[in-house]
């Protein structure tokens, strides 16, 4: 169970990184929200990862902590309202300049030769 649950934190982070590295803005984003995915599942498997085990420490011999579990919530719920907040902002940003671009920089769309009243384009 520690070996799928370390494969999937790796691959979740692998593809946060590598979207995080992309130049527009909604993968950004998206990589962000995965990196915080890998952050709460490392958080969550650092109460001990065991099925069956009571959260409550010193009744048995084989517990789990609970407070990981606790941060991990909280974390879920901030994590999704500051993913809401870059999205709007980032749609904003999109609208205003009307690229997704990260660092200002605007791609060169090719433009079309004006058309005359004939149609020809020249």
Do not use: C, W
């Amino acid at each position: 169970m520690e070996l799928v649950f370390a494969l999937v934190i790796g691959a979740l982070t692998a593809s946060g990184v590598y979207l995080l590295l992309r130049a527009r803005t909604f993968p950004v984003v998206v990589g962000l929200t995965l990196i915080s995915y890998g952050v709460n599942l490392f958080l969550f498997s650092s109460g001990r990862l065991a099925t069956g085990a009571q959260p409550i420490i010193g009744t048995t011999d084989a517990y789990t902590d609970p407070l990981p579990q606790a941060l991990v919530l909280t974390a879920i719920v901030i994590g999704f309202a500051m993913t809401a907040f870059v999205v709007v902002l980032s749609l904003r940003s999109l609208a205003d300049h009307e690229d997704d671009h990260v660092d200002g920089h605007q791609d060169v769309k090719p433009t079309k030769p004006e058309q005359n009243e004939e149609g020809t384009g020249q």
